[in-house]
């Protein structure tokens, strides 16, 4: 799996990102086989400049004409009330000429599926799919494509395409990369008032300062690692004829919140990639320094492909700065302070150390107009920028203007290259971005009509013609074939390019050239028409769809309130069985700790919960808990499936957002015999849900919300890892991340070497058990992940009397001290 085959080379998809009308254009004109782009308010970059329908229609025709396809990102979890216009914006991006939909939602994916089956749907990354058999559930479902999950090796990217051989595979190939596993983070909503990551309103608290806390209240973090869940940018350029070999049908590139300098200059390093690979060239050392210098100059925060490579180590992590490092060029050599002339300048002078002149030595170029970075290593949150106004050469100096005194440790980065922004603007500057080369057939046979046949280079079956007048005999001089080929290759403003002719011609033709010119211009309109009819015909078919979303029919059954507890070990779940929980929850790790099996832990009673994450290596020990006629409470797609088809009675877990009656009734359909509903839903929310719901709906009514799971162990910060977590001293110890906020948040390291983080408040929701039961919630958890086994009977009892004070009319005592009710009341946006 070294080399790729130039063909498969061809063929993969170069998927560049496009948050509004500049940045899709310098995704077309740098090379780009597809782009992805938000339409409306259904997407997970909606601050995003993105689209409106004429500037959407009209990116569309340029991608059409030019060869490059075109996907709406409609990734976010969508709430009931919502389900008719989300289908609408599907169809109307459809009708306007987008090519697929990438959609998080199993509702909204069951509905288009449904609804309107000719249109081609991308299961996201959002949807947590990372193993052939979730992956195999999604070809089986009706989807094209999956996105596969960020953290996944090439070799399980190869084996799930061995697997699933009849869908395509898109791969995450350069970008930011999300700190938990894609459509699991809750870590926004909670920290920053309903900003939801699966409502497309990421606010990005994992990019900000944490400090590890032990049980004395002592930071133990690692000088240098304040960030400890802020991860480098994915770069693997070094990697792609890997990818190919493995089977990715499409390499990603993450960006739609960039610029368009940013989009233009990394879909174009990509791009030369791919071609190099495809016609079997290798580009020179001076080539290769080139597309790495315009990478890295870039936004970016380092560069990793340590998930590609297998690893979720230290190398993968930007722990001591989570903004634009850019590409590092040189250091301070001098500081030359200028003599303060004003009182205003002596004044900032005394206070700062007085402006100056600093001398740059460069290990690489730089360019004039540059913005560079001078950070003090001694002092790296002090720093300063400087434009460059002059270019500086490798081995050289140059000057910059600062306003206050920098000494020689500081390091100096171009953290903005004038060269890429002049590069991007020349390009949209183009009337047209990227013209599609076509072969040029021209028939000149005195007496016959004078024609000329376009087809393109990419797609011969794709071709028109047109044809003119009557050719004659010249009356003066012939026209030659020379004549034909610059005349007809005229195709200025036209979206085409001449790439190679073909020309019958009789001896002694004669034409006036005006005549040509006509006949290639209806040419290049018919070949037009040709290439855009297609969409035009499919938007007339949508047209006539009548868009009726799911409605659940009747009413669900008036099911007895249960109350539920999830234990940490035997003995808590003991304690709880006690206190009043009639439905018993440990996670498999635990059951596995306490010497159970899954036999002992059905005699006891005790369902066992599966993980949020279920990749090949995790299939053996997750499925063992898996019987045929038993529950169990699943948390991923892969173990639905696995559940489904083994006979089990499968639980959906809260990580399996459910938000719409369709997606309830899709999962249904697929084996889900309950639902525990996310912690971001509101009280309105679940009500409209539960109306109508199939299955009984549960909701943690007591405990810390998981807000996030990583591949990475979030304890490395303390820079004390012993490589095996079983012997780990700290993965056994209460731990919390310090954030700005002055939140604690629990943090857990499970055996296998993942991290989840928890929510810095208990939820307490026992005041709304009346209104909880009214809505039609009949499952009541005390989540005790967190808690032993006294203070889990205490709150299980807890609960027991909110409900029985429910259930008599009495209102429940109030909420906790400290607790809070997290989205109940607010939802998310």
Known sequence: MTDADPAAARRVELLSPAGGPEPFAAALAAGADAIYCGMGSFNARRKAANFDDESFAAACRASHLAGTRVYVTVNIVIKDAEMRDALELVRRCAMLGADAFIIQDWGLFAEVRRLMPSIETHISTQANIHDARGTAFCAAAGADRVTLSRELSIAEIAAIHDACPGIDLEVFAHGSICFSYSGVCLLSSFCQAGRSANRGMCAQPCRLPYELIDEDGRNISAPGRGRPLCPRDTNTTDLLPQLIAAGAAALKLEGRMKAADYVYAVTDVYRRDLDDLAHGSEPDATERTRRARQLKRCFNRDFTHAYQDGRSDDDMMSYERSNNRGQLVGRVAEFIPTEPVTKGERLRAAIKGPAGTAVLALDEPVGKGDLLELRDDESPDTFLTALARTDGVAGGTVSVEVPRPVATSCRVRVIRSQEAIDIADAALKRAVPRKRAVDVRVTARIGEPFRVELSCADDPAVRAAATGFTVEAARTRPVTADDLIEHV????????????????????????????????????????????????????????????????????????????????????????????????????????????????????????????VCRARDRERLDAWVTPGAPVAVGNISELAYARGLGAVPELRSCIPVHNAACLAFLHEHGAAAAWLSPEISLDELAALAAGAPVPLGLMIYGRPRVMTSEHCILKVADACVDDCARCALRRRELVLHNIDDKLLPVRTDIHGRSRLYEAYPLDLTPQMPQLIEAGISRFLVDGTLLDAHDLASQVARARRALEAAREGRRPAPRQKGCSSGCLFVGVD
């Not at 070949?527 to 769809?545: K, N, Q, S, T, V």
């Not at 009413?555 to 109350?563: F, K, N």
């Not at 596995?592 to 099996?597: P, S």
């Open 489 to 612: 290759g005229r195709m200025g403003s036209t979206p085409f390019t001449p790439a190679a002719f073909d020309i019958e011609l009789d001896e002694g033709c004669g034409m006036g050239f005006s005549a040509v010119h006509r006949v290639r211009a209806e040419a290049c309109a018919a070949l037009e028409e040709a290439l855009l009819g297609p969409w035009r015909r499919h938007a007339d078919e949508l047209a006539r769809i009548e868009i009726a979303p799911y409605a659940a029919e009747g009413t669900a059954p008036v099911r007895e309130p249960e109350l539920c507890a999830v234990a940490a070990s035997p003995e808590a779940a003991e304690a709880a069985r006690e206190a009043g929980a009639t439905r018993i929850y440990l996670s498999s790790d635990a059951l596995v700790e306490a010497g159970l099996d899954a036999e002992a832990a059905r005699e006891r009673g005790y369902t066992p919960v599966l993980d949020e």
